[in-house]
T-cell receptor, first 114, second 114 residues
């Protein structure tokens, strides 16, 4: 049973527009959430994270929103650029004093068209 | 340069021929982990290690072994590889378990078992 779900395997967006990638989780004990970005032939790289005590974290063009009551988080990329084309993995972890074993979603492939 | 190094990057082998994928990190990280990435299944954890001599099973440990004799190294051992272990493997490390921090990934090892 998947604890972290990314229900959209792929997303196609025009350059300059907003990309919204969604992630749902089932374990209400998760208290730390991360997004990773993966290009072909490379390992995933950390993009942005958010603690459960916050509902928003922003880093440049990337913003992550957390809705704890809905067990939902989203990654917004504004404006989207062709270089953002990659697979994005959502991950959730029991971070605060726990064993921190992140659980990953299956990923969403984002394609940004010029 | 801070990095996680995996070897080999590509390997084709035959069923039953023991192999080891090495992983080394130069960041003095306590936590290390192995993942496999398969189409439609995302990143699934195989084994992880909280520190030297401490290892534990992840979600898909069958057919794999690991060891953590030194802090920097975390090899993945396939004693008798089978075709269903054909996959893309990633090693990752983090400063410590429980810090909720980001994982640093290696570039991946693509394994084909014939």
């Amino acid at each position: 049973d998947q604890q972290v779900k990314q229900n959209s395997p792929s997303l196609s967006v025009q350059e300059g527009r907003i990309s919204i990638l969604n992630c749902d989780y089932t374990n209400s004990m998760f208290d730390y959430f991360l997004w990773y970005k993966k290009y072909p032939a490379e390992g995933p790289t950390f993009l942005i994270s958010i603690s459960s005590i916050k509902d928003k974290n922003e880093d440049g063009r990337f913003t992550v929103f957390l809705n704890k009551s809905a067990k939902h988080l989203s990654l917004h990329i504004v404006p989207s650029q062709p270089g953002d084309s990659a697979v994005y993995f959502c991950a959730a972890a029991l971070g605060s004093g726990g064993s921190y074993i992140p659980t990953f979603g299956r990923g969403t492939s984002l394609i940004v068209h010029p | 340069e801070a990095q996680v190094t995996q070897n080999p990057r590509y390997l084709i082998t035959v069923t039953g021929k023991k192999l080891t994928v090495t992983c080394s990190q130069n960041m003095n990280h306590e936590y290390m982990s192995w993942y496999r990435q398969d189409p439609g299944l995302g990143l699934r954890q195989i084994y992880y290690s909280m520190n030297v001599e401490v290892t534990d099973k992840g979600d898909v440990p069958e057919g794999y072994k690991v060891s953590r004799k030194e802090k920097r190294n975390f090899p993945l051992i396939l004693e008798s590889p089978s075709p269903n272990q054909t996959s893309l493997y990633f090693c990752a490390s983090s400063l410590e378990a429980g810090d909720g921090g980001e994982l640093f990934f290696g570039e991946g090892s693509r394994l084909t078992v014939l």
